[in-house]
């Protein structure tokens, strides 16, 4: 049964990747069209992603930060 779920997982993830990698191919495009055309999207675009990404690392480190307080706190509650 968690062979078969393994599986299953591994599956999906490489469905998405595919999906996912698809993308890449219609970005370079039009970076690569703006770049002979002289223009500024490529800029754009890199902020862009630095912009999206930085959300979820900082969204994972506010809760791991909490979690860590808060366990914090609780030892030192067990101590006393």
């Given at each position: 049964?968690?062979?078969?779920?393994?599986?299953?997982?591994?599956?999906?993830?490489?469905?998405?990747?595919f999906?996912?990698?698809?993308?890449?191919?219609?970005?370079?495009?039009?970076?690569?069209?703006?770049?002979?055309?002289?223009?500024?999207?490529?800029k754009?675009?890199?902020?862009?992603i630095?912009?999206?990404?930085?959300?979820?690392?900082l969204?994972?480190?506010t809760v791991?930060?909490?979690i860590?307080?808060?366990r914090k706190?609780?030892?030192?509650?067990?101590?006393?």
């Open positions: 049964m968690i062979f078969s779920k393994k599986i299953l997982l591994l599956v999906v993830l490489i469905a998405f990747q999906s996912a990698y698809s993308q890449c191919a219609m970005c370079k495009a039009v970076l690569e069209t703006d770049l002979e055309s002289g223009g500024s999207i490529a754009g675009i890199n902020n862009g630095l912009y999206l990404l930085i959300f979820p690392y969204l994972v480190l791991g930060y909490f860590y307080r808060h706190k609780n030892k030192l509650a067990k101590q006393n």
